[in-house]
């Protein structure tokens, strides 16, 4: 075989070559690329929303003690990346504010558990509402067909990384 064809023959992407595009390599760099424009435009959704009710960071604990009710401080301060005197602190403020209210664990009388209020729900539910009317303003410009085709994306999505 010729140099120059071995060297073409060596270029020609398989299905886990980085430089395949269509491969998973090509597909996670396309996701890391991205990705942190998606999460620039939803932190500022979100920034618009939260308002002088929440920082941002009250919102996003707010949020995990809705989707993982019975959390505790220190889950809080593991998914928010703080220390747990932090977390306590904040979790504080959203008990002072009504929209958290701690609870002692049935199982475990030591240990406090974390629910959201009714107060609290309707807070995050129309912080959600007010970026998501930003989000559909922004994909507003998009034909039927890219849109079926962002769904078909985010639906692979959520089954790659579902967490149980």
């Known amino acids: 075989m010729s140099r ?5 023959l060596r270029r020609v992407p398989g299905p886990s070559d980085p430089a395949d595009p269509a491969g998973p390599d090509g597909c996670a760099a396309e996701v890391l690329e991205v990705m942190p424009a998606v999460m620039d435009a939803m932190r500022g959704a ?3 929303q939260v308002g002088e009710q929440l920082s941002v960071p009250q919102f996003r604990c707010l949020n995990f003690i809705t989707q993982r009710p019975g959390s505790s401080v220190s889950a809080v301060a593991a ?4 220390t747990v005197p932090t977390a306590s602190a904040m979790v504080d403020r959203l008990v002072r504010a009504g929209a958290v209210a701690p609870s002692t664990a049935a199982a475990d009388r030591r240990r406090s558990e974390l629910h959201v209020t009714p107060a609290g729900l309707a807070q995050i539910e129309h912080i959600r509402h007010g970026a998501r009317v930003e989000f559909a303003h922004a994909l507003a410009g998009c034909t039927p067909a890219e849109l079926n085709a962002l769904r078909d994306g985010l639906a692979v ?8």
């Open 4 to 8: 120059s064809l071995t060297a073409v």
């Open 46 to 48: 979100m920034r618009h």
């Open 79 to 82: 998914f928010l990346g703080v």
């Open 157 to 164: 999505l959520r089954r790659a990384f579902q967490t149980a």
